[in-house]
């Protein structure tokens, strides 16, 4: 697949109303909410539709057998799984309330064989926090994971100086892509990737880089990586496994999360700050579909091109944006 050519369609001609020319009608809930329910829908359930400024991809990055999907296993609540099973590609959505908003995480976990290059450099743009897992008995492993970690930065960088015109004759503005790199398997003994030299190498790099050495078989610090993960991206710490109260969905539930307190719909209410802050709940939505490549790359375009709209716009988010000079640059 040719992606340059796929945003180049995506960036080309925009619709006063700031879609994309040929766009389909129901553009904006696909960016804004991928295939779950659309804001602005008249269900009973609007208090769970996530605004689009809450709304994240966490894409799990590694070589094969890191164990990528064993960790995604721990955050989604599930267990252990001694026997291996490739990935190819699995998607998975977490809708979160806390302190009265709606959040919703969805999770891409890859492939460490990567039988699909462009694939995976869609996943690199779509992608708005990443963790990158390596083994800590497996040098080769840590060092793909570095590779990674330069590839997602450079294809960001491209991807914003392609869309604006901006970067062949200036200096690259280094993207803000907050990440951790997990060195997971440290049950084992045999080790070839020592603690320090991992945290070296996070440390020498950016501010929203991170390192937590885990082990998913044993569930040690697993809730650390997806902590340090929202940390770094100034997201809500309610949102790692062990800092939300956890609800179990029923398939076809038309209402994933439970009411939120009556206080949070803008009335009255007596509760204490403390309860309040313990308030935050999260729920694996299950019959969840993986949003077409189409919808990928209609996404990718919204984070490559938009001026000021792209999700990451608020003070808060993961990624910034600002205007250059007629164009946009990540930072
Ligand atoms: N000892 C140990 N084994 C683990 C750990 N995490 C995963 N494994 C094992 O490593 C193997 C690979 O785990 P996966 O989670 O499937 O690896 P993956 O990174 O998703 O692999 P791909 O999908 O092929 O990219 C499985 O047999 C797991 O049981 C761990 O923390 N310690
Ligand atoms: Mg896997």
């Not at 553009?27 to 991928?34: A, L, P, R």
Request: charged residues 20%; aromatic residues 6%.
């Amino acid at each position: 697949m040719d992606l340059s050519a796929c945003t180049n369609w995506l960036c080309a001609k925009r619709q006063p109303n700031g879609m994309p020319a040929g766009a389909p009608q129901d553009y904006q809930s696909v960016v804004t909410s991928g295939p779950g329910p659309s804001p602005g829908s008249s269900s009973s359930c609007d208090d769970v539709v996530p605004p689009q400024k809450n709304c994240f991809r966490l894409v799990m990055l590694g070589s094969a057998r890191v164990g990528k999907t064993c960790l995604v296993a721990r955050f989604l609540g599930g267990k252990f799984q001694e026997s291996y099973t490739p990935t190819i590609e699995d998607f998975h959505r977490k809708l979160y309330r806390i302190r009265g908003e709606i959040y919703q995480l969805d999770i891409l976990d890859t492939s460490g064989n990567h039988p699909f290059p462009a694939m995976r450099r869609l996943s690199f743009l779509t992608g708005d926090l990443f963790v990158i897992v390596f083994s800590m008995d497996s040098r080769e492993t840590f060092e793909e994971a570095i590779r990674l970690r330069e590839q997602i930065i450079e294809t960001k960088i491209n991807a914003g100086a392609s869309s604006t015109g901006v970067g062949l004759t200036r200096k690259k503005t280094l993207p803000r892509v907050p990440m951790v790199l997990a060195g997971n398997k440290c049950d084992k003994e045999m080790r070839t990737v020592t603690v320090e030299e991992a945290q070296t190498f996070c440390d020498s790099q950016d501010s929203c880089c991170a390192f937590v050495e885990t082990s998913a078989k044993r569930n040690f610090k697993v809730d650390e990586v997806f902590y340090q993960l929202f940390l770094v991206a100034n997201l809500p710490l309610e949102m790692a496994p062990n800092h939300h109260k956890r609800v179990s969905a029923s398939f076809g539930a038309p209402c994933p999360l439970p009411p939120s307190a009556p206080g949070h719909h803008g009335k009255k209410y007596h509760l204490s700050v403390k309860r309040r802050l313990s308030d935050a709940c999260g729920v694996v939505t299950p019959n969840v579909r993986r949003p077409s490549i189409r919808t990928d790359l209609m996404i990718m375009r919204t984070k490559t091109c938009s001026l000021g709209e792209a999700p990451g716009s608020s003070s808060n988010s993961p990624i910034r944006w600002r205007r250059v000079d007629n164009g946009c640059i990540l930072q």
